[in-house]
């Protein structure tokens, strides 16, 4: 049996992409609850469009930079 070994330093960015998939996904599909919560503050009432833009933008480069890392670490597995 072949088996491959990877550096630490490898596998931890494997374990961060993994987070940061992760946490862009549950980011996702948390915002619609949230600016639930937010139209209650009166205070943010002008800026709820922004917000929302903002928090989807947040959530598509979490989920951008954890399928970057998780894409890199399987382009190093596949050459060695």
Sequence with gaps: MNRKTYSSQDLLQLIWGTALLVMGLAFLFRI?????????????SSVQMFLRIGFYFIAVILIGGGIKKIHRFLRIR???
């Design 78 to 80: 596949k050459k060695q």
């Design 32 to 44: 619609p609850f949230l600016m639930e919560q937010i139209k209650e503050i009166q205070y943010f």
